[in-house]
């Protein structure tokens, strides 16, 4: 058995979890939040059989996709202010960040 940790952007946690759902894969949703643009995510917990997990990851990748965002950079406070880039910045959002672990058992009550 594996767990599928997938962290994937607030805009693509609708699709995705639909398509797992008609897959017949059961997932728990946690609202997350990343640390380098501090916006929001979404991490799917999903507990599968081993020869289920290449399928869980293709839906994964076909329902998650990169795009592109502007992004304003935050001052530095007291810092330097040397590189500061003070106009938006274009920057690869997207796509899922995913985790495959072995599990060494699974309860269900």
Known sequence: MKLIIAVVQDQDSNRLSK??????FRATKLASTGGFL??????FMI???DIRVDRAL???KDNCRAREQLVSPVSPMGGNADSYVPY???VEVGGATVF?????????F
Request: hydrophobic share 35%.
């Open 19 to 24: 398509a797992l759902m008609e897959n017949n």
């Open 47 to 49: 507990g599968t059989e």
């Open 100 to 108: 495959v672990l072995p599990i060494e058992q699974f309860l269900h």
């Open 38 to 43: 501090k916006s929001g995510n979404t991490t």
């Open 88 to 90: 938006p910045v274009e």
């Open 58 to 60: 293709q839906i994964i």
